[in-house]
C-alpha cells in the first residue's frame, strides 16, 4: 500500500497542516526545561488551534475613525489659534443661522467675542455678546478698524 498523496487525503491540506504545527508545538514545549518557553509554546498553540483569536484584516472602521481623529485635531488647532490671535472681547461679525454666501437673508450680529475658542459637537465654536448659543468660527468674520 502505497502513502496517500497530498490530493487524496480525505481531510483539508489546511487541516492537516495545522494538526502537524500543533504536534510540532507540543513536542517543543514537552522538550523545554524552560517554564517560559513551554508557556510561550503552549499559546502558539492555542494560537494555531484558534485562527479567529487573531484577526489579520483591517477592521473597516478604523480608518473613519482615524480620518474622524484627525479632523477633531484639526478643529482643536483652529481654535487654538483662534485664541492665540483674537482674545476675549475681539470685535466680531457673527452669522447664528448661515453665512450671507450661503442664504442672504440670515441675520448678522455686530457684537463681540465673550469666551476663548472651544470645540464642541465637534465644531471650532465661541460664544459671542447678545447670543445664547455658540457660534461656529466659520460663522465668525473679525471687525477690522473703526471703533468697537
Given at each position: ?72 485635531n ?17 470685535p ?6 448661515a ?49 468697537s
Amino acid at each position: 500500500m502505497t502513502a496517500p498523496t497530498r490530493t487524496t487525503w480525505d481531510v483539508p491540506a489546511a487541516v492537516v497542516e495545522a494538526n502537524v504545527r500543533v504536534l510540532t508545538l507540543a513536542a517543543a514545549a514537552s522538550r523545554t526545561n524552560s517554564p517560559s518557553d513551554a508557556l510561550a509554546f503552549r499559546l502558539d498553540e492555542w494560537l494555531v488551534t484558534h485562527p479567529d483569536a487573531v484577526k489579520v484584516d483591517a477592521d473597516p472602521a478604523w480608518d473613519h475613525h482615524i480620518a474622524e481623529v484627525e479632523r477633531l485635531n484639526e478643529e482643536h488647532r483652529i481654535a487654538a489659534e483662534f485664541n492665540r490671535i483674537f482674545p476675549v472681547g475681539t470685535p466680531v461679525i457673527a452669522y447664528p443661522g448661515a453665512r450671507p454666501e450661503d442664504i442672504p437673508t440670515t441675520p448678522r450680529l455686530i457684537t463681540k467675542t465673550r469666551s476663548k475658542a472651544v470645540v464642541r459637537c465637534g465644531s471650532a465654536v465661541v460664544w459671542v455678546e447678545g447670543h445664547g448659543a455658540w457660534i461656529c468660527l466659520t460663522h465668525i468674520d473679525i471687525r477690522t478698524g473703526g471703533a468697537s
